[in-house]
Protein backbone atom coordinates (compact mmCIF):
# COMPACT_ATOMS: atom_id res chain seq x y z
CA UNK A 1 0.00 0.00 0.00
CA UNK A 2 1.10 3.81 -0.85
CA UNK A 3 2.23 6.13 1.92
CA UNK A 4 -0.31 8.71 2.45
CA UNK A 5 0.40 12.10 1.60
CA UNK A 6 0.58 12.82 5.90
CA UNK A 7 3.10 9.95 5.74
CA UNK A 8 5.21 10.76 2.71
CA UNK A 9 8.61 11.27 4.07
CA UNK A 10 10.43 14.39 1.98
CA UNK A 11 14.05 13.14 0.45
CA UNK A 12 15.68 16.64 2.48
CA UNK A 13 18.11 16.23 -0.05
CA UNK A 14 16.04 17.69 -2.55
CA UNK A 15 15.43 20.69 -0.59
CA UNK A 16 18.78 21.46 0.59
CA UNK A 17 20.09 25.27 -0.33
CA UNK A 18 23.26 27.23 -0.42
CA UNK A 19 26.89 25.92 0.84
CA UNK A 20 26.43 26.53 4.76
CA UNK A 21 25.37 22.86 6.51
CA UNK A 22 22.66 22.71 6.44
CA UNK A 23 19.18 24.99 5.19
CA UNK A 24 16.61 22.91 3.87
CA UNK A 25 13.93 25.23 2.35
CA UNK A 26 10.65 23.66 1.15
CA UNK A 27 8.33 25.77 -0.83
CA UNK A 28 4.47 24.74 -0.34
CA UNK A 29 4.85 22.69 2.50
CA UNK A 30 1.47 23.09 3.43
CA UNK A 31 -1.31 24.11 0.98
CA UNK A 32 -3.52 27.63 0.68
CA UNK A 33 -6.16 26.07 2.95
CA UNK A 34 -3.86 24.72 5.81
CA UNK A 35 -2.64 28.41 5.86
CA UNK A 36 -6.28 29.98 6.13
CA UNK A 37 -6.60 27.79 8.99
CA UNK A 38 -4.05 28.04 10.95
CA UNK A 39 -4.41 31.81 10.68
CA UNK A 40 -7.95 31.41 11.78
CA UNK A 41 -6.55 30.19 14.73
CA UNK A 42 -3.68 32.55 14.95
CA UNK A 43 -5.99 35.43 14.91
CA UNK A 44 -9.03 34.14 16.86
CA UNK A 45 -7.14 33.51 20.85
CA UNK A 46 -7.61 36.09 23.26
CA UNK A 47 -5.88 39.02 23.10
CA UNK A 48 -4.29 37.80 26.45
CA UNK A 49 -2.52 35.40 24.45
CA UNK A 50 -0.34 37.91 22.34
CA UNK A 51 2.60 38.92 23.99
CA UNK A 52 4.19 42.27 22.80
CA UNK A 53 7.59 43.46 22.58
CA UNK A 54 9.44 46.33 21.42
CA UNK A 55 9.03 45.22 17.96
CA UNK A 56 6.87 42.54 17.39
CA UNK A 57 4.13 40.36 19.23
CA UNK A 58 4.09 36.91 19.83
CA UNK A 59 2.23 34.00 20.97
CA UNK A 60 4.07 31.33 22.60
CA UNK A 61 2.72 27.62 22.92
CA UNK A 62 3.95 24.58 24.53
CA UNK A 63 4.86 25.60 27.67
CA UNK A 64 7.64 27.83 29.66
CA UNK A 65 11.27 27.11 28.07
CA UNK A 66 13.82 26.98 30.90
CA UNK A 67 16.88 26.57 30.99
CA UNK A 68 16.65 23.46 32.24
CA UNK A 69 13.82 22.34 30.41
CA UNK A 70 10.72 22.79 29.34
CA UNK A 71 6.83 23.12 31.69
CA UNK A 72 5.10 21.71 29.38
CA UNK A 73 1.40 22.44 28.43
CA UNK A 74 -0.21 20.52 26.14
CA UNK A 75 -0.49 22.37 22.32
CA UNK A 76 -3.54 22.72 20.54
CA UNK A 77 -4.73 20.46 18.47
CA UNK A 78 -4.15 22.38 15.25
CA UNK A 79 -0.85 23.21 16.01
CA UNK A 80 -0.41 19.55 16.82
CA UNK A 81 -1.67 18.99 13.45
CA UNK A 82 1.47 20.72 11.61
CA UNK A 83 4.08 19.75 14.17
CA UNK A 84 3.18 16.14 13.48
CA UNK A 85 3.82 16.54 9.75
CA UNK A 86 6.48 18.62 10.40
CA UNK A 87 7.94 15.74 12.25
CA UNK A 88 6.43 12.80 9.47
CA UNK A 89 7.58 14.42 6.50
CA UNK A 90 11.17 15.46 7.81
CA UNK A 91 12.11 12.37 10.31
CA UNK A 92 14.59 14.61 11.76
CA UNK A 93 12.85 14.81 15.14
CA UNK A 94 13.41 12.29 17.64
CA UNK A 95 9.96 12.90 19.73
CA UNK A 96 7.14 14.84 19.57
CA UNK A 97 7.66 18.63 18.33
CA UNK A 98 6.40 20.38 21.79
CA UNK A 99 7.17 24.04 21.71
CA UNK A 100 6.01 26.90 19.11
CA UNK A 101 6.43 30.46 19.13
CA UNK A 102 4.41 31.88 16.71
CA UNK A 103 5.57 35.80 15.88
CA UNK A 104 3.89 38.59 14.11
CA UNK A 105 6.16 40.80 12.10
CA UNK A 106 4.67 43.96 10.71
CA UNK A 107 6.51 45.28 7.35
CA UNK A 108 9.21 47.30 9.53
CA UNK A 109 9.46 44.97 12.22
CA UNK A 110 12.15 42.32 12.45
CA UNK A 111 14.27 39.91 14.89
CA UNK A 112 17.99 40.72 16.25
CA UNK A 113 20.47 38.54 15.23
CA UNK A 114 20.62 35.57 18.24
CA UNK A 115 20.87 31.79 18.11
CA UNK A 116 18.20 29.94 20.01
CA UNK A 117 18.71 28.73 23.63
CA UNK A 118 20.40 26.06 24.48
CA UNK A 119 17.21 23.90 25.97
CA UNK A 120 16.22 22.96 22.05
CA UNK A 121 17.46 20.33 19.78
CA UNK A 122 19.50 21.66 17.66
CA UNK A 123 16.88 21.59 14.66
CA UNK A 124 14.26 24.46 14.29
CA UNK A 125 11.29 24.48 11.94
CA UNK A 126 9.72 27.43 10.65
CA UNK A 127 6.37 27.80 8.47
CA UNK A 128 5.98 31.21 7.19
CA UNK A 129 2.35 32.85 6.57
CA UNK A 130 1.22 35.52 4.61
CA UNK A 131 4.16 37.68 3.12
CA UNK A 132 7.42 36.88 1.84
CA UNK A 133 10.72 37.82 4.10
CA UNK A 134 14.00 37.68 4.11
CA UNK A 135 15.82 35.47 6.68
CA UNK A 136 19.58 36.30 7.40
CA UNK A 137 22.20 33.85 8.74
CA UNK A 138 25.65 35.34 9.84
CA UNK A 139 28.39 33.74 11.80
CA UNK A 140 29.02 33.89 15.39
CA UNK A 141 31.82 36.39 16.03
CA UNK A 142 32.71 34.70 18.91
CA UNK A 143 33.19 31.65 16.70
CA UNK A 144 35.37 33.33 14.14
CA UNK A 145 38.23 30.94 13.07
CA UNK A 146 41.57 32.53 13.48
CA UNK A 147 44.66 33.11 11.19
CA UNK A 148 47.80 30.63 13.18
CA UNK A 149 49.72 34.44 13.11
CA UNK A 150 46.69 35.88 15.46
CA UNK A 151 46.30 33.44 17.89
CA UNK A 152 47.99 33.94 21.14
CA UNK A 153 48.39 30.91 23.57
CA UNK A 154 45.24 32.67 25.98
CA UNK A 155 43.01 33.35 22.69
CA UNK A 156 40.64 31.06 22.29
CA UNK A 157 37.73 32.97 21.19
CA UNK A 158 38.26 36.54 19.01
CA UNK A 159 35.38 39.20 18.86
CA UNK A 160 35.49 40.24 15.13
CA UNK A 161 34.06 39.43 11.94
CA UNK A 162 37.01 41.03 9.53
CA UNK A 163 38.31 38.37 7.62
CA UNK A 164 35.73 35.31 8.49
CA UNK A 165 36.16 32.83 5.84
CA UNK A 166 32.77 31.56 6.70
CA UNK A 167 30.26 33.99 4.50
CA UNK A 168 26.80 35.27 4.97
CA UNK A 169 23.80 33.93 3.37
CA UNK A 170 20.38 34.71 3.19
CA UNK A 171 17.21 32.73 2.56
CA UNK A 172 13.78 34.51 0.56
CA UNK A 173 10.68 32.82 2.83
CA UNK A 174 7.89 32.38 0.46
CA UNK A 175 4.20 32.24 2.40
CA UNK A 176 3.26 28.37 3.13
CA UNK A 177 6.94 27.53 3.13
CA UNK A 178 9.33 25.39 5.61
CA UNK A 179 12.85 26.01 6.41
CA UNK A 180 14.81 24.27 8.58
CA UNK A 181 18.09 25.02 9.75
CA UNK A 182 20.59 22.84 11.91
CA UNK A 183 24.37 21.71 12.16
CA UNK A 184 26.56 24.36 11.78
CA UNK A 185 23.44 27.09 10.81
CA UNK A 186 22.53 26.39 14.08
CA UNK A 187 25.65 25.68 16.27
CA UNK A 188 28.22 28.33 14.39
CA UNK A 189 25.84 31.19 12.96
CA UNK A 190 23.33 33.80 14.37
CA UNK A 191 19.67 34.19 12.25
CA UNK A 192 17.81 37.32 12.04
CA UNK A 193 15.49 39.39 10.59
CA UNK A 194 16.16 43.00 9.47
CA UNK A 195 13.59 45.46 10.91
CA UNK A 196 13.38 47.36 7.82
CA UNK A 197 10.44 47.69 4.91
CA UNK A 198 13.48 47.22 2.35
CA UNK A 199 15.28 43.35 2.77
CA UNK A 200 18.46 42.80 0.37
CA UNK A 201 18.15 39.80 -1.90
CA UNK A 202 22.19 40.10 -2.55
CA UNK A 203 22.71 37.20 -0.28
CA UNK A 204 19.72 34.99 -1.22
CA UNK A 205 20.41 31.47 -1.70
CA UNK A 206 17.24 30.04 -2.20
CA UNK A 207 15.53 32.80 -5.18
CA UNK A 208 15.53 30.10 -8.34
CA UNK A 209 13.26 28.00 -5.74
CA UNK A 210 10.44 30.80 -5.60
CA UNK A 211 9.35 31.21 -8.73
CA UNK A 212 6.17 32.56 -7.66
CA UNK A 213 7.95 36.00 -5.81
CA UNK A 214 7.38 38.50 -7.96
CA UNK A 215 9.48 41.99 -8.11
CA UNK A 216 6.44 44.72 -8.24
CA UNK A 217 8.53 47.16 -6.26
CA UNK A 218 9.33 50.79 -6.59
CA UNK A 219 12.11 51.96 -4.71
CA UNK A 220 12.54 55.96 -3.33
CA UNK A 221 14.93 57.73 -5.49
CA UNK A 222 17.25 58.68 -2.81
CA UNK A 223 18.44 55.31 -3.16
CA UNK A 224 21.10 54.64 -5.22
CA UNK A 225 22.27 51.11 -4.31
CA UNK A 226 23.04 48.87 -6.83
CA UNK A 227 21.04 46.43 -5.27
CA UNK A 228 17.84 48.42 -7.29
CA UNK A 229 19.47 48.37 -10.85
CA UNK A 230 19.42 44.95 -10.22
CA UNK A 231 16.10 44.76 -8.29
CA UNK A 232 18.20 43.09 -5.69
CA UNK A 233 16.04 44.44 -3.16
CA UNK A 234 12.60 43.26 -2.29
CA UNK A 235 9.82 45.76 -0.11
CA UNK A 236 7.95 44.57 2.31
CA UNK A 237 4.60 46.05 2.51
CA UNK A 238 2.37 43.22 4.20
CA UNK A 239 2.06 41.55 7.69
CA UNK A 240 4.21 38.16 8.24
CA UNK A 241 3.20 35.68 10.61
CA UNK A 242 5.61 33.09 11.59
CA UNK A 243 5.88 29.53 13.12
CA UNK A 244 9.09 28.53 14.79
CA UNK A 245 8.71 24.53 15.84
CA UNK A 246 11.15 23.36 18.12
CA UNK A 247 11.94 20.09 20.57
CA UNK A 248 12.40 20.49 24.48
CA UNK A 249 13.84 17.06 25.27
CA UNK A 250 13.73 17.73 29.09
CA UNK A 251 10.67 17.84 30.21
CA UNK A 252 9.71 18.68 33.28
CA UNK A 253 6.47 17.23 34.64
CA UNK A 254 6.28 18.91 37.81
CA UNK A 255 7.21 22.17 39.34
CA UNK A 256 8.65 20.88 42.27
CA UNK A 257 11.33 18.65 40.02
CA UNK A 258 13.33 21.76 38.67
O1 LIG B 1 10.30 34.35 12.31
C1 LIG B 1 11.29 33.71 11.96
O2 LIG B 1 11.41 33.27 10.82
C2 LIG B 1 12.42 33.48 12.93
C3 LIG B 1 11.96 33.23 14.32
C4 LIG B 1 13.07 32.88 15.26
O3 LIG B 1 14.23 32.94 14.95
C5 LIG B 1 12.78 32.42 16.62
O4 LIG B 1 11.58 32.32 16.99
O5 LIG B 1 13.73 32.11 17.37
FE1 LIG C 1 15.54 32.03 16.40
Not at 98 to 119: F, R, S, T
Request: proline share 7%; glycine share 4%.
Amino acid sequence: MEASEEEKQLDLDEFVVGSLPTLIYVPNFISDSEQTDLLHHIYQVPASRWKSLKNRRLQNWGGVVHEKGLLPQELPPWLRKITHKICQQTGLFPSAINHVLINEYLPDQGMMPHQDGPAYFPVVAIISLMSPLVIDFTPHPRLRKLNPDETTTEESEVICEKNDDRKDCSLLLMPCSLIIFKDEAYSDYLHGIQDSQLHSLRKVVNITRCPEFKQTNTFPEKMESSDIEQSNVYRRTNTRISLTCRLVLKVHKNLFKF
